[in-house]
């Protein structure tokens, strides 16, 4: 089998490293929250006075010892960040939340200027096998967001007009019933207009430190104030990554080198899931290789073994006690309509770019991605339109345990819980969800070569309006 170079600017030799063994360890009180963070709104556009903002090692209440269980409703929270989707990517045409703009036919409107003079309109994909080339490297991240216009998506040192394109319940059907089940985030934005490991470390450890794109520069460094496992051990408080063939953990090296005994594998995340004994917080990763949905590699896949962790969760005997966060880590260079929004910079690290790089910091967010809290407290149906990144998940986590921040920007983030009625199990009963588009998991699909054009029916020759 060839092995095809991705076209998302990710490095996926450094991270084949992992999977041979790298750094020499085996594979394997509550509704406060939005007003403390002053970014709650979806027309958020300003940030509070530096003053105002809480500082790294403040407790979510500090009125309480840290440690304190404040959500005790919950046992379990469980991640699951899949790779380089946008919100309108995979969502803009679910019906809820904000989406595309919709003609009178029930097509988008949205478009994105073309280097020939016209535009291409977002158009429907209907091959789960990616063809087109996408990226999200920092300089194309910022050229796409245009200085708040979101019309850089097409260029040549940005994606192609394969970024407009959208899919539907058609061809990821259980995503779809997980949305239109449980409540989803319309404004959850990625943490960084960057790659991958930058945005993972911002799920881990509030910043990025430096890092703007996925290589093995600084993995070996240690976050200045630790990640959110130096806290959750503070406190014996129980976690574990189960991963297919690699951990995300392995962004931060230094988390998985001091705890090897919490590297487990996907096997043991089912077996531990259907017994009840999942540990209090849980990452789960799937093949890095084929099934993260990461262009080039096919969704069906990645939706298939989401499908497979919720239902897992479903049939434990702890369901009644848990939260399940699947979202994404950055949007991997398809369109999205939101402009991100000013973010709080997590420290005083800035960063490391060089002159050819596109000027930026760690004050903005990067695009929307899919975000849907999955939980027997979940309000059903439900749209929250206040504004996350992934340093939500950690405060989320120090939500529950009342633990102190690890930066500004997860001081300052706002939690999951508005997605949560914690005195009502709407769904103490699983619901039933479609089945994935693959029920099998097996892909057949042949990749199409990198570059190949959309549908003639995306493009506008010259631009005007839509009809």
């Known amino acids: 089998m060839v092995e095809l170079e991705p076209m998302s600017g990710d490095r996926d030799w450094s991270r084949r490293q992992i999977l041979q063994g790298a750094f020499g360890v085996g594979a394997a009180?509550?509704?406060a929250t939005a007003a403390s963070a002053g970014v709650a709104s979806a027309s958020s556009t300003h940030l509070p006075p530096r003053a105002q903002w809480r500082r790294p090692g403040s407790l979510p209440n500090p009125k309480l010892p840290e440690g304190t269980d404040t959500v005790p409703e919950i046992d379990h929270i469980v991640v699951v960040m899949q790779e380089n989707h946008s919100f309108d990517n995979y969502l803009g045409m679910l019906g809820r939340g904000d989406g595309f703009t919709l003609d009178r036919h029930g097509r988008p409107t949205n478009t994105n200027p073309d280097p020939a003079g016209g535009y291409v309109r977002a158009f429907h994909e209907t091959d789960?096998?990616?063809?087109?080339?996408?990226t999200q490297t920092?300089?194309?991240?910022?050229?796409?967001?245009?200085?708040?216009?979101?019309?850089?998506?097409?260029?040549?040192?940005?994606?192609?007009?394969?970024?407009?394109?959208?899919?539907?319940?058609?061809?990821?059907?259980?995503?779809?019933?997980?949305?239109?089940?449980?409540?989803?985030?319309?404004?959850?934005?990625?943490?960084?207009?960057?790659?991958?490991?930058?945005?993972?470390?911002?799920?881990?450890?509030?910043?990025?430190?430096?890092?703007?794109?996925?290589?093995?520069?600084?993995?070996?460094?240690?976050?200045?104030?630790?990640?959110?496992?130096?806290?959750?051990?503070?406190?014996?408080?129980?976690?574990?990554?189960?991963?297919?063939?690699?951990?995300?953990?392995?962004?931060?090296?230094?988390?998985?080198?001091?705890?090897?005994s919490r590297i487990k594998t996907i096997e043991q995340f089912h077996a531990d899931a259907r017994s009840g004994s999942l540990p209090a917080v849980t990452y789960v990763d799937p093949n890095i290789l084929t099934g993260t949905?990461?262009?080039?590699?096919?969704?069906?896949?990645?939706?298939?073994?989401?499908?497979?962790?919720?239902?897992?969760?479903?049939?434990?005997?702890?369901?009644?006690?848990?939260?399940?966060?699947?979202?994404?880590?950055?949007?991997?260079?398809?369109?999205?309509?939101?402009?991100?929004?000013?973010?709080?910079?997590?420290?005083?690290?800035?960063?490391?770019?060089?002159?050819?790089?596109?000027?930026?910091?760690?004050?903005?967010?990067?695009?929307?991605?899919?975000?849907?809290?999955?939980?027997?407290?979940?309000?059903?149906?439900?749209?929250?339109?206040?504004?996350?990144?992934?340093?939500?998940?950690?405060?989320?986590?120090?939500r529950k345990w009342n633990l102190p921040a690890m930066t500004y920007r997860d001081a300052n983030a706002n939690d999951l819980l508005d997605c949560l009625n914690l005195s009502k199990r709407s769904f103490a009963e699983p619901p039933?969800?479609?089945?994935?588009?693959?029920?099998?998991?097996?892909?057949?699909?042949?990749?199409?070569?990198a570059g190949e054009q959309p549908p003639s029916a995306a493009f506008v020759k010259k631009p005007g309006p839509t009809v």
């Open 293 to 398: 949905e990461e262009s080039p590699q096919d969704i069906s896949l990645g939706e298939y073994f989401v499908s497979t962790v919720v239902d897992s969760l479903m049939q434990s005997p702890a369901w009644g006690r848990t939260l399940l966060v699947w979202t994404y880590d950055e949007h991997g260079g398809y369109y999205d309509h939101v402009p991100p929004p000013p973010a709080i910079p997590p420290d005083d690290i800035a960063p490391v770019l060089t002159a050819e790089n596109q000027p930026g910091g760690y004050d903005r967010y990067g695009f929307r991605v899919p975000t849907v809290v999955v939980s027997p407290y979940a309000k059903p149906h439900y749209v929250s339109h206040t504004v996350y990144d992934h340093t939500s998940v950690l405060k989320t986590i120090e």
């Open 128 to 134: 789960t096998a990616q063809a087109g080339q996408v």
């Open 29 to 31: 009180t509550i509704g």
């Open 138 to 260: 920092w300089d194309a991240s910022h050229l796409q967001y245009g200085h708040g216009r979101n019309d850089g998506f097409i260029g040549p040192d940005s994606s192609s007009a394969w970024s407009m394109a959208y899919y539907t319940g058609e061809e990821i059907p259980f995503y779809y019933s997980l949305a239109r089940t449980f409540p989803v985030c319309d404004r959850y934005f990625s943490s960084v207009l960057a790659q991958t490991y930058p945005n993972r470390r911002f799920l881990l450890a509030g910043t990025a430190f430096g890092l703007i794109a996925t290589d093995d520069s600084s993995i070996t460094e240690i976050p200045p104030n630790g990640t959110i496992f130096d806290r959750l051990d503070a406190h014996d408080i129980s976690w574990a990554s189960y991963a297919t063939n690699a951990s995300t953990l392995y962004v931060i090296a230094d988390i998985v080198k001091k705890n090897p």
């Open 432 to 449: 039933k969800l479609a089945a994935p588009g693959n029920p099998t998991g097996i892909s057949t699909a042949v990749v199409p070569p």
